[in-house]
């Protein structure tokens, strides 16, 4: 079965670092690029970035660049999202997902999500 | 940044009728469209991509039509586990990832 599955939810302190994981099953983990979308509670759906597993190459929506970062270790099939000082207002879920293929990026095969709560 | 805006905000079908929710894009996106469904404390669900292919398990009770800035998705028999929000994404166009819609709430009428 072709799954993601991500860690954990996470209660933070502003300041403070993060990063969660998403890891892939059941297909060629360096064959699909891996994108991290962000929902807000109560909100919709936003692009954030996407790596390729490959080479660890990545793109970054211009609303996320430079406030995560996203990496890759496809030793183990694993992508990471990260923070190096968490806001309140990064507070959301956040899922992992993986696209139709190379041209079609509608995103057939979603992790779990990670619900991220950053609170003083 | 391509703008998709989805109508109505909140629609209210009976079980059994048909839904018909809509999508527009600021700027032509093709034929470069997807629909996804969310339930509560769920991940969103593929449901059509290329703005008409129905995704893999998807019941046919669900379809997309439209090209350009103009798309539709079609549920033409309401079941019970239809209702939830949906969105619409296009992937058309930078960002690599798209952009979504606002959402779609299907509630029960």
Same mark, same amino acid.
């Given at each position: 079965e072709v799954q993601l599955v991500q860690s954990g939810a996470e209660v933070k302190k502003p300041g403070e670092s993060l990063r969660i994981s998403c890891k892939g099953s059941g +297909? =060629?983990?360096?064959s699909y690029w891996i994108s991290w979308v962000r929902q807000m509670p109560g909100k919709g759906l936003e692009w954030m970035g996407r790596i390729d /597993? *490959?080479?660890s190459y990545t793109n970054y929506s211009p609303s996320f660049q430079g406030h995560v970062t996203i990496s890759a270790d496809k030793s183990i099939s694993t992508a990471y999202l990260q923070w190096s000082s968490l806001k309140a207002s990064d507070t959301a879920m956040y899922y992992c997902a993986r696209p139709v293929g190379a041209t079609v990026t509608a995103f057939d095969i979603w992790g779990q999500g990670t619900m991220v709560t950053v609170s003083s | 940044e391509i703008v998709m805006t989805q109508s109505p905000a909140t629609l209210s079908v009976s079980p059994g009728e048909r839904a018909t929710l809509s999508c527009r894009a =600021?700027? =032509?996106? *093709? *034929?470069n469209l997807a629909w996804y469904q969310q339930k509560p404390g769920q991940a969103p669900r593929l449901l %059509? +991509? @290329?703005?008409s292919t129905r995704a893999? @398990? %998807? /019941?046919?009770?669900f379809s997309g039509s439209g090209s350009g800035t103009e798309f539709t998705l079609t549920i033409s028999s309401l079941q019970s586990e239809d209702f939830a929000v949906y969105y619409c994404q296009q +992937?058309?166009?930078?960002? /690599?990832g798209g952009t979504f819609g606002q959402g779609t709430k299907l509630e029960i009428k």
């Open positions: +297909y =060629s983990f360096t /597993p *490959s080479d | =600021s700027q =032509s996106v *093709s *034929s %059509i +991509y @290329g703005a893999t @398990g %998807i /019941p046919a009770r +992937y058309n166009n930078w960002p /690599p």
